[in-house]
């Protein structure tokens, strides 16, 4: 399968504090690639990185076949790169449709009247289309993070980016968004996934990178990933001889 | 009384107008601009001009000067403005004060410090509704503040580019990510905030004299219309202005602006994040 995305030995920071170091991933058309690792590994770091909101001091970022490490937040929103935040952002002045309708019409370039069919559809699959003329303000979390999703879905992305949309969920909230990832999944979306709630990703993913002190420590299939000592030694803070 | 308080609903009109720029830059481009009551009087200088070299009604004079601010404001946002901001807001802050300074004292070469005014037909016109006179000079300023203040509040919620201006006040970097142009934004915001500075300025340039250094005045009424109705909130400007103009009004012609401030002193302790906050 070809590549959508690949990550070249990329070292990328905040000022002169550098979080990645040398991180080399790459991500192949239609796949979900988890990603877990524990507080402060560059996971988050890697979305910024990725999306433009921090530029890396070396290596290459290469999205489409094309090297886009450079390029402006709002170009590679263009470009097809969609992202949800841990902690939704939404616009809370504006109405969920009013929220969608920014991300399709800026993120994809569509005129308002393209863009609303697609608003439509990416509010039913995220199960928001009954609460379109809510002011986005006022939705609870859980409709939040759905907002997040319908929102990076309005810019027609080929890549999504999830941080964390399970965090702060509760059990059965946690089940609905891992049945709209999979939505997601069958729609043909790829997905990179980060998540604090491990046991979600091993049945919802194809492969689970583990990052530690910004670089990847292990990339491959979530369940052995999941079992492997290196992992748990640094993920979970298991000892090798325990 | 009631004469008094229609004369302070007239004058509310034309603080809104002039406030509203201001507002929208507070709230949009998270920008104080220090300039902003000298881009009012600026514009009231252009329209002067206008009349006089071109023979031109005062109103007339809006063909050319609100276009001509909004690319004005657009050039200066997206040249000088944008490009101190990647340094902080304080950079920012301090280059609109030097434009406040270059711009009064360019009015001043120019002018001289001799009290300008523009001479319209109606000046001394008024209706009579029994006890009420209406001037229909006030009338007209306070018209066209109403009707664009609640124009700009259309604009914000039915057009996309609202909308994108709307989502880039509420969080710049979530309206990054959905592809929008942050700094052209911010240049439109500017350009818009200009148009209404290019209309406050015809509006306090018919009523009222005004010098090369009357921008500070309206830089203060603008900043007391913004803390009352709440940052960024055009509504808010609008109410605002009306109780800024009432306040002034009712408070005479001696204690006029000691009430407004202290109205504004009384906002600041009782809601200080303005009447319409977002």
Not at chain 1, 82 to 101: D, I
Request: hydrophobic share 50%.
């Amino acid at each position: 399968m070809e590549n959508l995305l690949e990550f070249k030995n990329v070292t990328a920071g905040y000022g002169r504090v550098q979080i990645l170091h040398d991180l080399t991933f790459e991500v192949k058309k239609g796949e979900v690639l988890g990603v877990i690792g524990p507080n402060g590994c560059g996971k988050s770091t890697m979305f910024n990185a990725l999306i433009g909101l921090i530029t890396p001091t070396q290596g290459n970022i290469i999205f489409k076949d094309h090297d886009v490490t450079k390029m402006s937040a709002n170009d590679r929103a263009r470009m097809g790169i969609g992202r949800t935040y841990q902690v939704p952002r939404p616009f809370e002045g504006m109405t969920v449709y009013e929220n969608v309708l920014v991300a399709a019409v800026h993120g994809a370039g569509m005129s308002e009247k393209a863009a609303q069919p697609k608003c439509i559809e990416a509010l039913k699959l995220t199960g928001l289309y009954d609460k379109r003329e809510v002011v986005s303000g006022t939705l609870t979390l859980l409709d939040r993070k759905r907002l997040e999703i319908a929102r990076a879905l309005g810019t027609q992305p080929v890549l999504l980016l999830l941080d964390e949309v399970a965090a702060g969920l509760t059990e059965a909230e946690v089940g609905d968004v891992m049945q709209m990832v999979a939505d997601l999944k069958a729609e043909g979306f790829t997905i990179i996934w980060i998540e604090h709630v491990i046991e979600t990703m091993v049945n919802s993913t194809d492969h689970l990178m583990c990052m530690s002190d910004g670089t990847q420590l292990l990339i491959g299939d979530p369940l052995e990933v999941m079992n492997s000592k290196l992992v748990e030694e640094v993920y979970l803070g298991v000892e090798e001889d325990e | 009384m009631i004469q008094q308080i229609v004369n302070g609903i007239l004058l509310g009109g034309v603080y809104a107008l002039v406030g509203v720029g201001m507002s929208m830059i507070f709230g949009i481009v998270q920008l104080t601009n220090l300039a902003h009551g000298e881009f009012v009087i600026l514009s009231a200088y252009l329209s002067t001009v206008l009349c006089t070299n071109l023979g031109l009604h005062p109103l007339l004079t809006l063909i050319i000067t609100v276009p001509l601010m909004f690319v004005i404001g657009m050039v200066l946002q997206n040249l000088l403005i944008n490009r101190v901001m990647a340094r902080g807001s304080e950079p920012a802050l301090l280059v609109t004060f030097g434009l406040s300074i270059i711009i009064q004292n360019t009015l001043l070469l120019l002018f001289s410090a001799d009290a300008q005014r523009m001479v319209t037909s109606f000046q001394s016109l008024s209706v009579d509704l029994g006890p009420i006179k209406l001037p229909v000079l006030q009338l007209l300023v306070f018209g066209i503040g109403l009707v664009v203040v609640l124009l700009l509040d259309l604009f914000m919620k039915k057009t996309y580019l609202g909308q994108s201006i709307r989502a880039t006040s509420d969080d710049k970097t979530a309206a990054t990510l959905m592809g929008v142009n942050v700094k052209h934004t911010y240049g439109i915001a500017m350009g818009l905030a200009m148009g209404t500075a290019a209309l406050a300025g015809l509006c306090v340039g018919m009523p009222w004299t005004f010098y090369p250094t009357s921008g500070s005045q309206y830089l203060i009424i603008a900043f007391g219309v913004v803390v009352i109705g709440g940052m960024g909130s055009i509504k808010g400007t609008l109410v605002a202005g009306l109780v800024f103009g009432l306040a002034q009004v009712l408070g005479g012609t001696n204690y006029g602006m000691l009430v407004s401030y202290a109205v504004l002193l009384i906002m600041l302790i009782v809601r200080p994040q303005g009447l319409f906050s977002k």
